[in-house]
């Protein structure tokens, strides 16, 4: 048994100073990664490849194959760096204004090209208009003049510029080339197919970038593809004559593939540093079915077709698109104990192929009752299924994209979410985009600062849009009365129930939970809630209880008669805040409000809660998070239980040296 940190003879040692037709040992290591690879496939009993300290700059994405397998580690003490960049060898000249040029080798021939640009690791932007500024809500800086005709006439060569824009209702964000210019001087755009439903570009929230006349502030680049020269204005007091200038080269750095049939697997990443991935914003999308997501099926490692993968102990940092994405059939994959920061998309993706899914649709198209496919499940077995993310640490991911996740799961079953912090996210930290097929867990987690730059969303998103949602019923029938006389219909995709547990949230832009659209078969329960409540939208057989709402209540949004549905044990501070709802149920009871007004307006006006009880919750110590109830507290009476308040979040000792916490959050932090 291998145990981390330790070496023997057997091991294939790899380092940046090595040489490829080298022995592969200690003493006289390979250079390359590949190298590596290729030895362990003539030498199988070889399983474990040890990295040693520095940056290995790959010149294509390293493929994994059906027959490749082993450990690839970091060596104990060392950092080892896997980069889809090149560190650049330039000779600056003054420009002008601040501006520096050097000619880059291969641009103009076509050989290079990179879209993100790094001095001494620290990623600079790319000529924009307005300048960047940190401070800003959206995309740090926006402005609605810019494409503008009369800015426009200022641009020697527009086809340049790329425009960054929310969707006109603020669900996600769409993005644009400029191909030219019309004969009254506005934009021609190409794009616009990042997101699954249909809008143009916001008309205020936007800004452009990679335009040369735009160049103009302190950390700035623009890079001269005709010409191949690379112009730059650095931060004050940087020393271009010293600094390590990095550019990213490749949208994946490594691709594991296989199929449901001979997969790849049994391989281990660990120790490891994964950076310099270049943005896919501007890639093919793939629309979700009906979820608002269209997403680029691809990210800095890319799983597809595999089973027992094991991602341990790694970072990713500074990448362009989504950091690692599960692609179509997959079993067993394990991320654990792993930091995502600076990621331009999504962290983690978990998708399965539409092809898996039974009957399904999209936006434009539904099914009649008459022909849909009445079995419950997946058709095939081309999604991902019983993978864990564990004890990992995300923030700061969105930084490109915004229809984004800390963890996104599409057409998958069997997902653990565990122990993870996410924070500081455009969207959601945790999406769930329809219910296929269920069965996921999401539990221990802390998550807040989220939705900070988009709309109508939630910490926890999820969408319920399956079979029932979406068939046409027969004339004179409603699809309440389809599953009235077929129960088990809510349940065709989401076959097992998803679970929400000893989480704690907060949303101070949206929802902390919003279950959206016809989520259905959910247990929500040990919930800390700390701002945004929740909310249940349509959906059947959600059984929500025993969570704690501070500053906030219950959501519930456009029931359906006979929805199956329950809210019991809970504490709420504040009153229920219903939408469109005539069908309460029987099971909204036996929970705590901590106003007698409220208790009474939910007796009174709704109908419910016969049983409930109002006062003082009696919170141990609400200053410091600690949301338990002391013994005598008459919540304990309806039938509250008390569950852990200390458990929250990362476990491992180096990510909790590192992580915020929603109690840490500061209140500026909480108002943008």
């Known amino acids: 048994m291998f145990i981390a940190g330790t070496s023997s003879a057997q091991d294939v040692h790899v380092s940046p100073t090595g040489d490829d037709s080298a022995a592969g040992t200690a003493a006289a290591p390979f250079r390359s990664i590949a190298r590596a690879r290729d030895e362990l496939r003539k030498n199988p009993k070889d399983k474990h490849v040890i990295l040693h300290g520095g940056t290995y700059y790959l010149d294509d994405s390293l493929v994994f194959s059906p027959g490749d397998s082993g450990i690839y580690e970091g060596a104990a003490g060392e950092n080892a760096i896997i980069s889809g960049g090149r560190r650049l060898e330039l000779k ?97 755009l190409e794009g616009g197919w990042q997101n699954n439903r249909a809008s ?41 004559d010293k600094t390590i200038i990095e550019v990213s080269r490749l949208k994946h750095l490594i691709e594991i593939r296989g199929s449901s049939q001979k997969p790849a697997a049994d391989i281990t990443f660990s120790h490891l540093t994964f950076t310099h991935a270049k943005r896919t914003f501007i890639e093919k999308y793939e629309p979700l079915l009906r979820t608002d997501w269209a997403i680029y099926r691809g990210g800095a490692i890319l799983l597809d077709g595999t089973k027992n993968i094991s991602i341990d102990d790694c970072d990713f940092v500074n990448l362009g698109g989504n950091a690692l994405f599960v692609n179509g059939y997959n079993r067993n994959a394990s991320i654990a104990h792993c930091k995502f920061e600076n990621i331009g998309a999504s962290a983690v ?89 269920g069965g996921h867990v999401i539990e221990n987690c802390d998550v807040f600062d989220t939705v900070k730059e988009t709309g109508d969303h939630g910490s926890f998103n999820s969408w319920g849009r399956d079979r029932y949602w979406q068939i046409h019923p027969p004339a004179g029938k409603s699809f309440e009365d389809l599953v009235r006389e077929n129960p088990t219909l809510p349940e065709w995709d989401c076959v097992e129930p998803i679970t929400l547990r000893n989480t704690r949230w907060r949303c101070d832009h949206g929802w902390d939970i919003d279950l959206d659209d016809g989520s259905s078969n959910y247990r929500i329960y040990n919930n800390l809630c700390l701002h945004g409540g929740i909310k249940n939208r349509e959906g059947f057989d959600r059984k929500v209880y025993n969570n704690i709402m501070i500053d906030n209540s219950f959501h519930p949004h456009v029931w359906f008669a006979n929805n199956r549905g329950s809210f019991e044990h809970n504490i709420v501070m504040q009153g229920y805040k219903p939408i469109g709802i005539s069908h309460w149920g029987d099971d909204i009871n036996h929970n705590f409000f901590a106003n007698p007004k409220d208790l009474l307006e939910a007796q009174q006006k709704y109908h419910t809660d016969a049983d409930s009880a109002a006062g003082d919750p009696m919170f141990i110590d609400p200053a410091h998070g600690d949301y338990r109830v002391k013994d005598d507290s008459p919540a304990l009476k309806v039938g509250f239980k008390n569950f852990p308040m200390d458990e929250f979040g990362v476990t491992s000792q180096r990510l909790k040296n590192q992580a915020k916490t929603a109690l840490t959050m500061s209140a500026a932090e909480a108002a943008r």
């Open 92 to 188: 600056w000249t003054p420009y002008k204004n601040g501006i520096f040029q050097s000619q880059v080798p291969g641009v103009k021939e076509g050989k290079l090209d990179f879209d993100q640009l790094f001095a001494n690791g620290d990623m600079q932007h790319l000529a924009r208009y307005p300048n960047y500024d940190p401070k800003a809500q959206h995309y740090n800086g926006v402005a609605a003049d810019c494409l503008s005709p009369a800015r426009i006439k200022t641009w020697a060569h527009p086809e340049t510029a790329i425009l960054h824009a929310l969707h006109g209702n603020e669900w996600g964000d769409l993005h644009y080339r400029v191909t030219g210019v019309d004969a009254k001087g506005n934009a021609i």
């Open 200 to 240: 143009g570009p916001h008309a205020s929230i936007r800004f452009v970038e990679n335009v040369f006349e735009e160049l103009d502030a302190p950390g700035e680049w623009f890079l001269d593809k005709s010409t191949g020269i690379l112009y730059f204005m650095p931060p004050t007091g940087m020393d271009l």
């Open 349 to 437: 993706c978990f998708v399965g192929l539409t092809s898996a899914v039974r009957s399904p649709t999209s936006w434009a198209h539904d099914d009649d009752w008459a022909t849909v496919d009445h079995t419950p499940g997946p058709a095939t077995e081309d999604y991902p299924a019983d993978c864990t993310v564990a004890d990992c640490l995300i923030h700061h991911i969105g930084t490109v994209e915004k229809q984004i996740a800390g963890v996104e799961i599409d057409m998958a079953r069997r997902i653990t979410v565990d122990h993870c912090s996410i924070y500081d996210c455009p969207r959601a930290a945790i999406n769930i985009g329809d219910g296929c097929w």
